[in-house]
Structure formats: structure tokens, C-alpha cells
């Protein structure tokens, strides 16, 4: 996607701001570009919204607005990117729980805008692909461990090997075209009901 094809939304209080950061992307290339300076029902008009790219700026943080980015990045995973006047740690904290992939303090220049929205684009790409990565070896986990169920409840029943226990999830879920672990499930929710 071209730069420029971007959807970004800027999230200020202050009209001002919100003008000085536009027309920093503008110079920068990007020119779908959607300011709110109400921040009541924020989730609501990014939702609506649906940007590509988030770029917050505040002079302080408060616990409220932090909270309503960790309720963006659970509905609307995106990039985000903010800035703030004065910071701690424990704002820093707060803002990468609540899904914040660039964080600037005192940094709010037009010429720093791009690289800083490129930034904040790859560290949320990294941080999906890790959390992807993450998803997939739980569900890896949960199947083994279901997959070991189902063999056991084979053996017992059918009075047959770990070996054939497996030959047979594999073999119906081939002839079913399902997941041995979908198979798997399905047998150990049988046997819960029959048991």
C-alpha cells in the first residue's frame, strides 16, 4: 500500500496541534488523514474510522484515555503512535500495555512524523507477528494435549496400541476432512457425554 493510501487518524484535543501534525504528514506523502478532537467515544469513531494508522497526542496521559487505547488495540488492532508532552515510567508502561507502538516525549516536530509512523508501523507488525506466533504454539500445545486424550481413551476402549490409537484419529480425519485435533475433540466430548 502507498504511503499515501494510508488511513490515519489523529487523536488531539487541540485543534492547533492536530493542524501542525496534518500538515506534517501531508509534507510527508500521506493524505487520508481524519482528525477527532472530541475524545468522548473515541473507540467508537475509530471503529467507524477504521484507519491504517493511529497518532495520538497529548500533553499527559491520564489513566482514562490509556484505557480507551487498550480498548482500540483489543477491537481495532492498529499501529499507534503517541505523543506526549511530559511522560514517567509508569505512563510509559501504561501506554505499551494499551498497545502503543511508538511512544515520543517532547518529540512532536513535523520532520520526525514519518520516520515515527514508519516506526510505529513496524513494531506493531513485529509485535502481531510474535503474538501470531504465540497463538499458534498454544494452539499447537492445546491439540497435542487433546490429540494424547483421544489416544488414550482408543486405547482403553478398543484395547489397541498408542501407535494404532494415532492410525485411527489420523485415518478418520483424512476420510472426514477435519484436523486430527478436531477429531480428537470430538471423540473426548463423546466420551465425557458417555461416561
Known amino acids: 500500500m502507498a504511503d499515501g493510501a494510508l488511513a490515519i487518524v489523529v487523536i488531539d484535543d487541540k485543534p492547533a496541534r492536530a493542524a501542525v501534525i496534518e500538515e506534517g504528514l501531508r509534507e510527508a506523502g500521506y493524505s487520508a488523514i481524519?482528525?477527532?478532537?472530541?475524545?468522548r467515544h473515541l473507540l467508537r469513531q475509530i471503529v467507524d474510522a477504521a484507519p491504517d494508522v493511529i497518532i495520538i497526542d497529548l500533553e499527559n496521559p491520564n489513566r482514562?484515555?490509556?484505557?480507551?487505547?487498550?480498548?482500540?488495540?483489543?477491537?481495532?488492532?492498529?499501529?499507534?503512535?503517541?505523543?506526549?508532552?511530559?511522560?514517567?515510567?509508569?505512563?510509559?508502561?501504561?501506554?505499551?500495555?494499551a498497545g502503543v507502538s511508538a511512544y515520543v516525549v517532547d518529540g512532536m516536530r513535523k520532520e520526525r512524523i514519518r520516520p515515527i509512523v514508519e516506526m510505529a508501523i513496524?513494531?506493531?507488525?513485529?509485535?502481531?507477528?510474535?503474538r501470531d506466533e504465540l497463538d499458534r504454539a498454544k494452539q499447537a500445545l492445546e491439540?497435542?494435549?487433546?490429540?494424547?486424550?483421544?489416544?488414550?481413551i482408543l486405547m482403553k476402549s478398543k484395547g489397541v496400541s498408542e501407535a494404532e490409537a494415532?492410525?485411527?484419529?489420523?485415518?478418520?480425519?483424512?476420510?472426514?476432512?477435519?484436523?486430527?485435533?478436531?477429531?480428537?475433540?470430538?471423540?473426548?466430548?463423546?466420551?465425557?457425554?458417555?461416561?
Do not use: C, W
Open 122 to 130: 513496524s513494531r506493531h507488525k513485529a509485535y502481531r507477528r510474535l
Open 34 to 39: 481524519t482528525i477527532f478532537t472530541d475524545m
Open 64 to 97: 482514562d484515555v490509556l484505557e480507551e487505547m487498550f480498548q482500540v488495540s483489543r477491537s481495532v488492532p492498529r499501529p499507534v503512535a503517541m505523543f506526549v508532552d511530559q511522560s514517567d515510567s509508569a505512563s510509559i508502561e501504561a501506554a505499551i500495555e
Open 166 to 195: 494415532h492410525a485411527l484419529l489420523r485415518t478418520t480425519a483424512m476420510n472426514e476432512s477435519r484436523r486430527v485435533a478436531e477429531v480428537a475433540q470430538a471423540l473426548v466430548t463423546a466420551a465425557k457425554l458417555l461416561g
Open 143 to 152: 491439540d497435542r494435549k487433546v490429540i494424547e486424550r483421544a489416544k488414550g
